[in-house]
């Protein structure tokens, strides 16, 4: 296959294959990437959450530089997938909105920090 050509599924050529923009070694399967943490914004969240015991909804807009809304979204959906832990309360009159990352949460970003790692060095072959 020429030099930055697409792989289509199926191909049996020996390098690793382009898909999507991505490269992944031959023996990553593409399903093994975590979908529901790779966007740029649940990454942010989770990897926040990391090295983090908590974090209020204000301080995570704020290092991820992003909307209320787009925050919530996707908050929830981490939390929908077992990922985030949220508590919410009142100081005062005011709501307060904390997240924490569960355990699933940690295992899951050491997986897909494990798969990245694995097909960075795929790729410096």
Same mark, same amino acid.
Do not use: Q, W
């Given at each position: ?10 191909? %049996? ?6 898909? =999507? ?5 031959? %023996? ?9 943490? /790779? ?7 989770? %990897?926040? =959450? ?9 301080? =995570?807009?704020?290092? =991820?530089?992003?909307?209320?809304? !787009?925050?919530?979204? /996707? ?38 920090? !494990? /798969? ?10």
């Amino acid at each position: 296959m020429a030099e930055g050509a697409i792989s289509r599924p199926g191909d %049996s050529s020996e390098p690793p294959t382009r898909e =999507l923009g991505s490269v992944r070694p031959r %023996s990553m399967n593409p399903v093994e990437l975590d979908r529901l943490i /790779h966007g740029r914004v649940r990454l942010g969240i989770v %990897s926040a =959450l990391a090295v983090n015991e908590s974090l209020t909804f204000n301080e =995570l807009k704020e290092r =991820l530089d992003t909307s209320d809304g !787009n925050l919530s979204v /996707h908050a929830r959906r981490l939390e929908d997938g077992g990922y985030l832990e949220c508590r919410k309360s009142f100081e005062g009159r005011l709501p307060r909105t904390e997240y924490r990352l569960t355990a699933s949460g940690r295992r899951a970003l050491e997986r897909y920090l !494990n /798969h990245m790692e694995a097909l960075i060095e795929r790729v410096r072959e």
